[in-house]
């Protein structure tokens, strides 16, 4: 994934922080992480509500994508 498909995807993170900015409940309620898998699995934004930590990740494409390393790295989060 590089240009613009990595730029969509930003842009969708952006306007889902966004979403759960304009919603109270969810603004104090929602607790957000992030899983990357660009080349291998990582937490990027760690288990916190936007009330606390609004800034979003700007994500990068690398190589190869271990999607299933990454669920699994979710699910263990989780």
Same mark, same amino acid.
């Given at each position: 994934?590089?240009? *613009? %498909? @990595?730029?969509?995807?930003?842009?969708?993170?952006? =306007?889902?922080?966004?979403?759960?900015?304009?919603?109270?409940?969810?603004?104090?309620?929602?607790? =957000?992480? @992030?899983?990357?898998?660009?080349?291998?699995?990582?937490?990027?934004?760690?288990?916190?509500?936007?009330?606390?930590?609004?800034?979003? %990740?700007?994500?990068? *494409?690398?190589?190869?994508? %271990?999607?299933?390393?990454?669920?699994?790295?979710?699910?263990?989060?989780?």
């Amino acid at each position: 994934m590089e240009g *613009a %498909p @990595i730029d969509e995807l930003n842009k969708g993170i952006e =306007i889902f922080f966004n979403a759960i900015k304009e919603d109270e409940m969810a603004l104090y309620f929602a607790e =957000i992480f @992030i899983v990357t898998f660009g080349g291998f699995a990582q937490q990027n934004r760690d288990f916190k509500g936007l009330n606390i930590d609004d800034s979003h %990740p700007n994500l990068n *494409a690398y190589d190869r994508t %271990p999607m299933g390393e990454a669920v699994n790295l979710a699910l263990d989060l989780l």
